[in-house]
């Protein structure tokens, strides 16, 4: 199993709602990752798990939260979000160290802040 | 802080050669990637580079030069499918993580 699925595809919610994004990946990868990618642009990198552990927040606002209960799950959770937030949400992971270049991606939640 | 250039748009012919160039300021700088997005698409890894030299997988072909600071991606006999985006990425280590940064990406058009 090479693949890491996400739901949902699609979101649309409203400022003031509370939402989760899910990530998941059973490939035994240690690192996890979210991006945040605009039409046209790259991904941008949000948050990185390493062991579980949060190891790196690319100076994210609170509202979004990530959170990794096991080695195979990731969420983000998003609580009072902005229109400029709407973007394609991607999560992703990878090996070891010795591969760390080679990230797997899913295939993205397109999120629509209303 | 990193930066990553790479031309926005690139345009060839099915069965042409083409070659996708990326320049990068960074440190702690441990090699370049090269992703594949497809419009819709999650990014797919194609190749890295840690050393000099080129590598080749396939039609594809990346190569590095870390003195230049510089890599390319060639992509040959290109077929329609390979119309796409393409991003080089930079490996960096950020604290106890390693992780990627994204140039802004190469809209690759072929044409018939």
């Known amino acids: 199993d090479t693949e890491v699925t996400q739901t949902p595809k699609h979101l649309v919610m409203g400022m003031t709602n509370k939402k989760s994004l899910k990530c998941e990946q059973h490939?035994?990868?240690?690192?996890m990752y979210w991006y945040k990618q605009k039409a046209k642009k790259p991904p941008e990198l949000m948050f990185v798990y390493s062991y579980e552990k949060l190891s790196i927040n690319e100076s994210v606002p609170s509202r979004f939260s990530p959170e990794c209960p096991n080695s195979s799950l990731l969420n983000l959770h998003l609580h009072a979000l902005q229109p400029e937030d709407s973007a394609l949400y991607l999560c992703a992971s990878r090996e070891d160290r010795g591969r760390a270049y080679e990230q797997y991606f899913g295939p993205g939640t397109r999120l629509t802040v209303t | 802080g990193q930066s990553l250039e790479q031309p926005s748009e690139v345009t060839a012919v099915e069965g042409a050669i083409v070659q996708i160039n990326c320049t990068y300021q960074t440190s702690g700088f441990y090699g370049l990637s090269w992703y594949q997005q497809h419009d819709g698409g999650a990014p797919t890894f194609l190749s890295y580079?840690?050393?000099?030299g080129l590598e080749e997988t396939g039609r594809f072909s990346s190569f590095l030069s870390r003195s230049d600071s510089y890599g390319y991606l060639l992509l040959q006999e290109l077929q329609m499918k390979d119309s796409a985006s393409y991003f080089c990425?930079?490996?960096?280590?950020?604290?106890?993580?390693?992780?990627?940064?994204f140039g802004s990406g190469t809209q690759l058009t072929v044409l018939p």
């Open positions: 580079n840690a050393l000099d």
């Open positions: 990425a930079v490996l960096i280590s950020s604290g106890s993580a390693r992780q990627l940064t």
């Open positions: 490939m035994g990868h240690r690192a």
